[in-house]
């Protein structure tokens, strides 16, 4: 990919995103919207990827969309000629790991909360701007934000638009984690390359998809999808490995692959 907003490197297993307009805070054009979509599509796509850190160069994550040309910073869509699918963070089949290393305003939190984990730097300021600029806020927000951090604290940050800070974040739930910002992307790593080593890819795909596929699932209908799966995971490769490996101390030996392994979620 010849990317101009969004840097993308894979090592270790693990592919790290980079939002990649440090003089403008990385905030939100149409070209960074598209090029962030063929990045996860790329590390989707790849077997060899098994994490995903998603982070933003220099100070700031993302400080919201870029207004300087008037309220087309607002919109998103294909503006790159590039060919490659296009993808949103919870619909790549990988863990998502958001690495919110600084500012993160508008949709620069409404897009990582699409991410399935956030470490955030405790001196981030993070705000849910939209209301205050005569709009709304995006990306689902209405259902993920109410049922990560509850409905009362999900309407103190949607209906007042006010600043909260990184460790209030945390503290909400709405991260998992904070940290010194020097610290963020390292943890974020770190975890990345643990889930790269030590979590067979198929199930941490199927877990995920269940998990999002959770947010308008009932507790029986997913007590009876996990039925169906567990028996064709237990007779895979993968199972036998994870157990032998947890007896020989040892890092296991994955054979399953995402691209070609994943059993289908009965509906």
């Known amino acids: 990919m010849n990317l101009e907003t969004v840097l993308y490197d894979v090592r270790d297993g693990v592919a790290t995103i980079t939002l990649n307009r440090p003089e403008a805070m990385n905030a939100w054009t149409p070209q960074l919207s598209d090029e962030l979509s063929l990045a996860m599509g790329a590390a989707d796509a790849d077997d060899d990827v098994r994490a995903v850190v998603l982070t933003g160069a220099g100070k700031a994550f993302c400080a919201g ?158 007590i009876m999808t996990e039925g169906k799966l567990l028996p064709s995971l237990t007779a895979a490769p993968d199972s036998g490995e994870g157990v032998r490996a947890f007896f020989e101390k040892r890092v296991p030996l994955w054979r399953s692959r995402v691209s070609s392994d994943m059993p289908v979620i009965p509906k």
């Open 65 to 222: 969309a870029d207004l300087s040309a008037g309220e087309s910073g607002f919109l998103s869509g294909e503006a790159s000629a590039q060919k490659g699918p296009r993808l949103m963070p919870y619909k790549v089949r990988k863990p998502v790991i958001a690495a919110i290393n600084g500012h993160a305003v508008g949709v620069g939190i409404t897009y990582p909360m699409l991410c399935d984990i956030r470490i955030v730097s405790e001196t981030a300021k993070i705000q849910y701007a939209m209301v205050r600029r005569g709009i709304l806020p995006e990306l689902g927000s209405h259902v993920l934000l109410p049922r990560v951090i509850g409905f009362s604290r999900a309407a103190d940050l949607l209906l007042t638009g006010r600043l909260i800070l990184g460790t209030e974040a945390a503290e909400m739930g709405l991260a998992s984690r904070a940290v010194p910002a020097d610290q963020v992307l390292s943890v974020a790593t770190e975890m990345a390359r643990d889930i790269a080593i030590n979590v067979s890819p198929v199930s941490a795909a199927l877990a995920k998809q269940l998990m999002w596929d959770g947010m308008n699932t009932s507790v029986d209908h997913m």
